[in-house]
């Protein structure tokens, strides 16, 4: 289970009381992402320390793998800081996210992450969604061979799992099963709102479901 809060935001790091909480309360590993806020990869100083914090703390925590991504500004992997939070991390597991499908090149980041020791990389193909990208996923997955695994996200359902599956030959998927879930208020003041101008509907939410977890484990067998 990957966890992270701002969904809308591709995921940041959760609070210390939600990683502490939620590894506490499953039976299974908890990947704590560590993404101190939304937009690009490439992070300054400040931002830096503060990923090796919440790094440390989700090891503290009993996490069972970290989920990073940085980039330097012309696009390729931040080989020196990730190589950082790697060893802050060990021996924890570790997955680079989806900041892979910002960079220049898929091959060259690629070979860096295997260099590096990362475990796993989720990836789209570079493009909005893993059907889109199946060619380059393909292309990746057969790169990678047993070095790291290779692992398509980003618009997977139930519906197309399988055709990503076969038509990349990756091993591993990476889906959210989220559902809306609507608000408990029963009083809803439809003139003021708390986010920006584009924003999530202020009386609903998106959740993982349950059910949809379950289809998916189903068709996978």
Do not use: W
């Not at 500004?73 to 080989?79: A, E, K, N, T």
């Not at 796993?120 to 060619?135: C, F, H, I, Q």
């Not at 070095?147 to 959210?176: D, Q, W, Y």
């Not at 920006?196 to 067998?221: H, K, Q, W």
């Amino acid at each position: 289970m990957e966890l992270c809060d701002n969904l809308l935001e591709g995921g940041t790091t959760p609070s210390a009381g939600t990683i502490r909480r939620a590894i506490a309360s499953v039976s299974i590993g908890v990947n704590v992402i560590i993404r101190p806020r939304g937009g690009d990869f490439c992070f300054s100083d400040v931002e830096f320390d503060v990923m090796l914090e919440d790094v440390a703390f989700a090891k503290s925590c009993g996490a069972n793998a970290v989920v990073i991504g940085i980039l330097n500004s012309d696009g390729s992997v931040d080989v020196e800081r990730c190589r950082a939070l790697i060893e802050a991390a060990s021996p924890l597991s570790v997955t680079f996210h989806r900041a892979f499908d910002m960079v220049r090149d898929a091959h060259e980041a690629l070979d860096a992450l295997i260099d590096l020791g990362v475990d796993r990389v989720l990836t789209s193909g570079l493009e909005e969604s893993a059907l889109e990208g199946m060619d380059l996923l393909s292309e990746l997955v057969q790169r990678a061979s047993d070095r790291i695994v290779v692992m398509p996200g980003g618009g997977i359902t139930e519906r197309n799992i399988e055709k990503i599956l076969a038509g990349t030959g990756a091993k591993e998927v990476h889906v959210s099963a989220s559902s809306s879930v609507d608000s408990a208020m029963t009083f809803r003041d439809t003139r003021a709102f708390m986010g920006g101008e584009f924003r999530p509907p202020e009386y609903s939410r998106s959740e993982t479901d349950g059910e949809r977890v379950r289809a998916f484990r189903a068709t996978l067998g």
